[in-house]
């Protein structure tokens, strides 16, 4: 504990560090504020939004905003899921990989080619969410034409502003903007789910209490493994020659490369949700009717069995893929053999690719495996009657970028520290250590 005031008393001695976090908490209490700012078109006391299924997780992302209709009912996903969109034509089309290899000017077209993209697809979710707006919370005194231009031009706005927010934590704050808007949004609603929880646990006669703390446990042993996942990286040493130019000697020295286990991160996830997503919608449209067939029923529980056993395979699947053309051991064996470096015992050129892609194949099933397990394990806790809110937050997409954003927002700061000689807020090397003793056991 002293060590960790101590820490802190470092980080309020760096001018230019203290001053980036205070800038990312006054944009992150606007970003906040604005979320709480209901449409102008909306009564807000008669407003009853039902955020059940794929609106509930919506509305977890966007920090409650979604079920207020509030300026930022959309958040920043349409934002992410242009930049997948864009990230996707990056492998496919020839013009955006000619974009990619052109560097700044390059990444300064594929941002602006995003936010265009990023309207549009505000210009149809906009009126899709104003939909679900019950027809008694409206202004009445509105012609319905221009409160709907209004209401979709406001929700426009409010996320691309959401966006600016984002682009500022990135240039002045301590990076990873839009990463720290999404975690955000999603811490907001963990204390009123933990709350929802601990009342529902008391209520009940026999042990509440007791099996609320047992919840507590198992979402610390959660959180420990998420870690541990985006932690884990197999090291591949790499050995470099001894170069001579002029009287200095470069090279001769063992490097790493370290493969990280979840090299997809929380992408399989999110492209798993939002195929799976889709067809629940008009599963759980039909599941209602009395015609409905069995399995169409099945699939549309959450917390059933072929809903989940979709999601894990797609998971899995997804994770080879975005692996696959994320990283390329080809390109990583030319230039390894481009700089003069090797892997002992592993011929240059086709034999170190060949090797580098046998260890990640080997590291990314048990990635992949451990990534379906977290991503389905909300549904558990739901089968053990934890509250769909607080369910959450023991799994899926959620968690998984809270730990990223998280442990990457805290290595940042330690950069800083030790800059300037600094003890960090987080013995890094220890940490990486046994996370890389686990992936290098695989």
Request: hydrophobic residues 50%; proline residues 4%; aromatic residues 12%.
């Amino acid at each position: 504990m002293k060590a960790f005031i101590e820490t802190l008393k470092n980080i309020y001695k760096i001018e230019e560090l203290r001053s980036r976090i205070i800038y990312t908490f006054f944009i992150l209490l606007i970003y906040r504020l604005g979320s709480h700012i209901v449409l102008p078109t909306v009564d807000p006391n008669l407003l009853d939004i039902q955020t059940q299924g794929v609106l509930g997780i919506l509305d977890m992302f966007s920090g409650g905003a979604f079920a207020r209709a509030s300026v930022f009912a959309l958040g920043i996903m349409p934002y992410i899921s242009a930049s997948i969109v864009v990230q996707l034509l990056g492998i496919a089309v020839p013009y955006f990989q000619r974009l990619q290899k052109e560097g700044e000017s390059g990444r300064r077209r594929i941002n602006q080619i995003t936010r265009y993209l990023t309207i549009l697809i505000l210009l149809i979710q906009a009126p899709s969410y104003l939909s679900i707006i019950p027809a008694n919370a409206w202004v009445p005194s509105l012609d319905p034409v221009w409160r709907m231009f209004f209401s979709v031009t406001i929700l426009t706005s409010g996320t691309m502003f959401i966006m600016w927010l984002g682009e500022r934590i990135t240039d002045k704050g301590i990076g990873n903007g839009i990463s720290l808007i999404i975690m955000i949004g999603i811490i907001a609603r963990f204390p009123f789910s933990l709350l929802t929880e601990l009342t529902s646990r008391l209520e009940k006669s026999g042990g509440g209490l007791v099996m609320f703390l047992v919840e507590i446990v198992f979402l610390f042993l959660v959180f420990v493994i998420s870690i541990l996942l985006v932690q884990g990286t197999r090291r591949i040493p790499v050995q470099y020659a001894k170069r001579i130019v002029g009287n200095k000697q470069y090279g001769g020295v063992r490097q790493y490369i370290p493969l990280k286990v979840n090299a997809a991160g929380v992408m399989p996830i999110i492209f798993a949700q939002a195929i799976v997503m889709l067809p629940l919608t008009f599963a759980q449209k039909a599941a209602m009717s009395e015609n409905a067939s069995g399995f169409i029923a099945a699939f549309a529980n959450p917390t059933g069995f072929w809903y989940n056993f979709t999601s894990a395979l797609l998971i899995v699947l997804f994770t080879y893929f975005y692996t696959a053309i994320t990283i390329n051991p080809t390109q990583m064996a030319e230039d390894m053999k481009k700089n003069g470096g090797f892997i002992p015992g592993i011929k240059p050129g086709r034999k170190t690719a060949e090797f580098l892609d046998t260890i990640m194949s080997r590291i990314t099933l048990p990635g992949s495996l451990f990534l379906a397990v977290v991503a389905i394990l909300p549904a558990f806790a739901m089968m053990a009657k934890i509250s769909t809110g607080f369910a959450y937050f023991y799994g899926g997409t959620s968690l998984l970028i809270m730990v990223g954003v998280i442990l990457d927002t805290l290595q940042q700061i330690e950069s800083h520290l030790l800059m300037r000689h600094y003890d960090g807020l987080m013995k890094s090397g220890r940490i990486k250590g046994r996370a890389g003793g686990v992936a290098s056991a695989i």
